[in-house]
């Protein structure tokens, strides 16, 4: 599948308009959940009749809400919720030579990769493509250059090459929350708190409202390691 023809075909559609798109053209297709973001790409494709296939990282280190938001999610829509562990014996291992708060000293790629990286890795194998709820304006370090159609070079898809898409890419933060309040969309009660980025409850904090979203990710870490790995390496269209 050339990236830049279907780059061009999404490029100006409204997020509902691309799932449409790029479910036509791939039947093998996973969303990623953790996030607002990413339920309103559940909501959009529940509604649409799609079906979707839905996983999640449980990394063993979550806030207590974030689980009960996971459940509720597949309560409200009526989906299962493939949940995704590490493998214990590499978890075992780290935290044993370790400790269990080493990303505080070493930083966090290490744990993320064993907690996040690693079994993503092996569950998008089973497809050809991937959807996240990721926006430019999350991070103006990490995510600016974000495009609707990328190929994902940091993991191997089913035909080898993976392709990710990123329907709410030019939507901001404003759009997300006012979707959700108009159409009721379940969120996760951290938010509330003045929590804007979510992860895991030892490297996520609340920020304050001038601050740039990823500030309360791995605040201890300079602004352009603010991932976890998921989203690293990216190509652009070609």
């Known amino acids: 599948m050339n990236i830049q023809t279907l780059q061009?075909?999404?490029?100006?559609?409204?997020?509902?308009d691309i799932l449409k798109t790029i479910y036509s053209q791939l039947d093998d297709l996973a969303i990623s959940f953790s996030g607002a973001e990413d339920v309103i790409l559940i909501d959009m494709a529940c509604k649409l009749g799609l079906k979707p296939n839905v996983f999640t990282l449980d990394t063993g280190r979550l806030h207590p809400e974030t689980y009960q938001f996971?459940?509720?999610?597949?309560?409200?829509?009526?989906?299962?919720?493939?949940?995704?562990?590490?493998?214990?014996?590499?978890?075992?291992?780290?935290?044993?030579?370790k400790g269990l708060y080493s990303f505080y000293q070493d930083g966090h790629k290490e744990c993320c990769g064993i907690r996040k990286v690693q079994p993503l890795k092996q569950h998008l194998t089973a497809y050809s493509g991937w959807i996240t709820g990721q926006r430019r304006d999350q991070s103006?370090?990490?995510?600016?250059?974000?495009?609707?159609?990328?190929?994902?070079?940091?993991?191997?898809?089913?035909?080898?090459?993976?392709?990710?898409?990123?329907?709410?890419?030019?939507?901001?933060?404003?759009?997300?929350?006012?979707?959700?309040?108009?159409?009721?969309?379940?969120?996760?009660?951290?938010?509330?708190?003045?929590?804007?980025?979510?992860?895991?409850e030892p490297c996520t904090r609340a920020t304050l409202p001038h601050q740039d979203p990823r500030e309360g990710r791995w605040w201890w870490e300079a602004a352009e390691s603010k991932e976890c790995g998921l989203h690293s390496s990216l190509s652009k269209p070609r």
């Open 8 to 16: 061009s075909q999404l490029d100006n559609k409204q997020p509902r």
């Open 70 to 97: 996971i459940q509720t999610v597949m309560d409200h829509y009526k989906i299962k919720i493939t949940v995704l562990s590490p493998n214990q014996d590499a978890l075992q291992a780290l935290t044993h030579e």
């Open 140 to 200: 103006k370090t990490t995510r600016d250059s974000l495009n609707i159609a990328e190929i994902d070079t940091a993991f191997s898809g089913k035909n080898t090459e993976l392709l990710k898409f990123n329907p709410l890419c030019h939507w901001t933060s404003e759009q997300v929350w006012s979707y959700i309040r108009a159409l009721e969309v379940p969120f996760n009660p951290l938010h509330n708190q003045g929590f804007i980025s979510i992860g895991c």
